[in-house]
């Protein structure tokens, strides 16, 4: 069975963006960028909604073709290209960027779960995301939680029902951003 990692940037209040959906609060630095490479490398997938997706098809591909790109970028920008893309949207009907495939409800998550296969990891989709929370489908969680109190915005855990998790891992970096890395807690595991 594979595994479904939600990655997510939040603010210390716990907000994934912030009133109007911006991001503009999100620290990073090659510290967190080279981590979170390090970290999605042998993914099997990467899973998009479709604000992301459009994000994401918008902006990786362009750094392949930029000679100023940064290295590190442009090693990413390779990953994604190869990576298969699984995009949930009830209103994209094509893509014509390299290995998407479309699903139109989050409940088919269920069955790609069911196959073998390395992890896949959403990034960001917080609406996608919250629909996999309601299912009950994510197994772990890498939060870069933000040194930033919003006071308002989209939360992350919005409608989330009780879930026990145990820290796997807590890394902290330059900038005062921590990555807290959790899975779900199995039935009879210790805390």
């Known amino acids: 069975m594979r595994k479904l990692i939600a990655l997510m940037h ?10 109007k ?13 080279a981590d979170a490479h390090a970290m999605i490398e042998p993914m099997g997938a990467a899973v998009y909604g479709r604000t992301t997706y459009g994000m994401m098809r918008g902006y990786w591909p362009t750094l392949l073709d930029r000679d100023d790109a940064d290295p ?18 009830r209103s994209l009907q ?12 989050a409940g088919e998550m269920l069955e790609l779960k069911k196959q073998d296969g390395a992890p896949m990891l959403i990034f960001g989709s917080p609406s996608l995301t919250h ?13 870069f939680q933000n040194p930033i109190l919003l006071g308002d915005g989209l939360p992350f855990f919005h ?12 890394k902290p970096f330059a900038g005062g951003v ?3 890395h959790y899975a779900k807690q199995t039935i009879g595991e210790s805390p």
């Not at 939040?10 to 009133?19: H, K, Q, R, T, Y």
């Not at 590190?72 to 699984?86: D, F, S």
């Not at 893509?95 to 409800?105: A, G, I, P």
């Not at 409608?159 to 807590?170: F, P």
């Open 159 to 170: 409608g989330q029902r009780k879930t026990r998790l145990r820290l796997v891992e807590a």
């Open 131 to 143: 629909a996999f929370m309601a299912l009950d489908v994510i197994d772990e969680y890498w939060l």
């Open 94 to 105: 094509s893509s014509d960027w390299n290995n998407v495939r479309l699903f139109r409800d």
């Open 72 to 89: 590190e970028q442009r090693k990413h920008a390779r990953w994604v290209e190869r990576i298969p893309k699984l995009t949930f949207s």
């Open 10 to 19: 939040v603010s210390l209040d716990g907000f994934c963006a912030g009133p």
């Open 21 to 33: 959906g911006e991001m503009d609060w999100i620290t990073l630095n090659d510290g967190i960028f």
């Open 178 to 180: 921590v990555r807290l």
